[in-house]
């Protein structure tokens, strides 16, 4: 449960790299599901290609759609959460059941950062806002709008290249060939900037993704064959 009263500005959210690297990851990992299984059903020759193109910017479009989805739903419930909180601490106002739910909330984060002294104010000056504030209905805002939209042109933008191999190519093995090699690509790169987000070892990290993904297309060639 997210602890506040008011909500955070969608642009602290927008610049979340870890969120944004997760949805791009999961966003390759489907396409390149999606084309491993969808290349042996398309015709061969340059309507196969067509359709292969088609097909995977449908796909793409169909997970950025869910993605920005999923940034509003996950906005309702954060905020649904701390409306819900609210309200029971009005109906029940127990500052030490309120505070003991502060604390399992938020200790796993402060207590390598603050003593518990310093952790102990802060839940006491959240509980007094807690007290002060007046219930808010929870409704779609505008800027859950603005931030779904924008996450799903982030992810959509991340993970239409998978598609572009079969717009120049009317070969449709060699192209799915190649638009697995730019997924893989893709997910290194993306191994890589979430390593330094958070610190883990950069190759060694861009090592797993990479052996993750080819052997993802290794098993699905050998199923296919």
């Known amino acids: 449960m ?68 999923m940034f509003v739903v996950h906005n309702l419930v954060r905020r649904g959460r701390v409306a819900r909180f609210v309200q029971e601490y009005r109906i029940r106002p127990d500052e030490d059941y309120a505070l003991n739910a502060i604390e399992k909330e938020l ?51 991340a993970i239409i290249p998978a598609a572009l191999p079969f717009l120049w190519m009317s070969d449709v093995p060699a192209a799915l060939r190649v638009s697995n090699g730019v997924v893989v690509g893709l997910l290194c790169i993306n191994g890589y900037v979430w390593a330094r987000y958070t610190s883990a070892s950069r190759w060694l990290t861009v090592s797993l993704f990479a052996f993750l993904s080819v052997g993802m297309i290794v098993a699905a060639t050998r199923l296919g064959s």
């Not at 599901?33 to 015709?43: C, E, M, P, S």
């Not at 779609?140 to 959509?156: C, N, P, Y």
């Open 2 to 69: 997210n602890i506040a009263v008011s909500s955070p500005p969608v642009a602290v959210r927008l610049r979340d790299p870890a969120s944004h690297l997760t949805e791009v990851m999961f966003g390759l990992i489907t396409i390149l599901i999606f084309t491993l299984a969808a290349g042996d059903l398309v015709q061969p020759g340059a309507t196969g290609a067509r359709q292969m193109l088609f097909a995977t910017i449908i796909c793409a479009l169909g997970w950025s759609v869910i993605d920005g989805v």
């Open 107 to 157: 200790d796993a984060t402060l207590a390598s950062l603050v003593t518990e002294t310093v952790r102990g104010r802060y839940y006491w000056q959240i509980l007094a806002s807690i007290a002060a504030a007046e219930p808010q209905k929870v409704r779609i805002e505008r800027e859950d709008l603005f931030g779904g939209l924008t996450s799903a042109l982030l992810v959509f933008c």
